[in-house]
């Protein structure tokens, strides 16, 4: 007879072979996914680089690219101009977006989810929105040209005034975040000693919010100097390094020089990025476990106050988004302003039609479900499998890569990766697909980090049970994780969706006239003249991203509801 220890022999080695072949399973899909996110985002990156060091015969010249930059006048203003607009535009919208974020987090005043839900409008909107409203609010033909006396829309002061519409959301959402981690009992041992409120605030909201507001700017400078859309329209003859790189890869077809400008355009976007990530360690490092929640008592002339500030600031926002739609529908601005629907009649425009908002329909649907899947995916096995510890670092660092690239530098990276004869994925370029995994890959890393916070709420149990008892991964995976982290999934779909109708940086270089995007028709009517119809158009994105958006938020309330009923009680 065998002794017990033989019997289980066997039972020992075949659980012993079943734990082999799922941690190398685990590590070639690991490997997988750090090859997709090396061939979407590090080779483009990395073949702008490359080109910036050759002449157009190809022909390796070294720094002599670099030289010509600074040699050339024009391209350097441009560079000082994007810093100092950017910067401008930082300190204003981080300033407003301040006021903004503590009356709606430490004050009582009245309606703050309206005033909220006004403040988040221009994340639904194309950049190319405000632009064209502020054109017909001041430009030539404007409703209030008269306002501005000698200054002109079409220059530094319509840049400024349209990047900051566009950036308050973003600064807001960082800064409301920031304050309501506020401690409320350091509040209440300033009052205790009887400290004022301007005191108070010096030295407790300012102080535990700083990080917040430095991260806020951060962020704001970053899109203002990525941005393309709004200097395209109102830039008039204000060089900057957004509408430099199209002109040399577009108007002059001087690759090598959008290269140049491409990287120099990296430089500001990689040390804020790196900036970004050192301050919010030490934000999260400043929270207290003891902390408790503040809540604010009401202070009528306070409350007042912040209440007249974000009434304007919402009211100036709904002005930029209804002046767009308004002269969407007028008959013939600004002689003939009685309501109708011709400026929507697309097919007989220049610049795009009805197929362009299809293929915008089309990119938003596709990278809605690839993008929330893939960075679902990548987020899973940055957290979950317990071995290859190196390579899920460097899948973690890929995914994070896209925070610090601009839109426009990923656009033109992806001209010289994909359109090379030598490429075996050259037949992607001009194609759908090309602007579909463009538009994943600049948007990934924030939908990568959601989904990774989604996944940190379940313990590591659920693993070691599932290892315990030989189940497959791929089966914990749809049965507990999928399921607990769906209504993340869906969220990240409607981030993407959003993004995808809205954006113009990094597919205005990729786009087939076959592929012709709705918010790149914008860009072309404007171009054309046709000012009225862009403005039809771009309202019509704004409304298809609200739609698609509120449809993602239904049916992630809907999943919440359906696959976590244990959270009610």
Known sequence: MSTPSEALAPIARTRTMHFDRERWLTGAAVLLVVLLLVVIVALPVGALVGQSFYDRAGSFVGLTNFARYLESPALVQSAFNSVLLAVISAVLCTAIAYVYAYGLTLSCMPAKGLLRAVALMPLLAPSLLPAISLIYLFGNQGLFKGLLGDLSIYGPLGIVLGSVFWTLPHALLI????????????????????????????????????????????????LVITDFGVPKVVGGQTGVLATDIYKQVV???????????????????????????????????????????????????????????????????????????????????????????????????????????????????????????????????????????????????????????????????????????????????????????????????????????????????????????????????????????????????????????????????LYSPQTTLAAIAVLNMDDAGDVAPAAAMASLIMLTAAVGRGLFALAGHWALKRTQAWRQR
């Open 175 to 222: 800064l409301t975040t920031a304050m309501a981690t506020s401690d409320g009992r350091l509040y209440e041992a300033a009052q205790t000693l009887g400290a004022s409120r301007w005191r108070i605030f010096r030295t407790v909201t300012l102080p535990s919010s700083r990080y917040g507001l430095i991260v806020a700017a951060m962020v704001v400078f970053v």
């Open 251 to 509: 108007g002059q077809q001087n690759f090598q020089m959008g290269a140049v400008v491409g990287l120099v355009l990296l430089i500001p976007a990689v040390l804020s990025f790196l900036i970004e990530r050192r301050v919010r360690r030490k934000q999260a490092a400043a929270l207290s476990a003891r902390a408790t929640p503040y809540q604010p008592e009401p202070v009528k002339s306070r409350d007042r106050a912040l209440l007249v500030f974000c009434t304007l600031t919402a009211i100036a926002i709904v002005v930029m988004i209804g002046m767009a739609v308004f002269a969407s529908l007028a008959s013939y601005w600004p002689y003939k302003l009685t309501p109708s629907l011709k400026n929507y009649d697309f097919s007989n425009m220049d610049g795009g039609g009805w197929g362009s908002y299809g293929n915008s329909l089309r990119l938003a649907l596709c990278a809605a479900v690839a993008g929330a899947l893939a960075t679902f995916v990548s987020a899973y096995f940055v957290e979950k499998p317990r071995h290859f510890g190196l390579l899920r670092e460097l899948l973690n660092l890929l995914a994070n890569l896209p925070l610090a690239v601009p839109g426009l530098v990923l656009g033109v990276g992806y001209i010289f990766f994909f359109n090379s004869a030598a490429n075996p994925l050259h037949g992607l370029y001009g194609g759908m697909a090309i602007l579909v995994i463009c538009t994943v890959a600049h948007f990934f890393s924030v939908a990568h980090l959601t989904s990774l916070t989604a996944l940190r709420q379940l313990d590591r149990e659920y693993e070691l049970v599932s290892e315990s008892m030989g189940v497959p991964f791929w089966r914990t995976l749809w049965r507990v994780h999928l399921p607990v982290a769906l209504p993340t999934v869906l969220n990240v779909a409607g981030y993407f969706f959003v993004n995808a109708m809205t954006t113009v940086s990094a597919v205005v270089f």
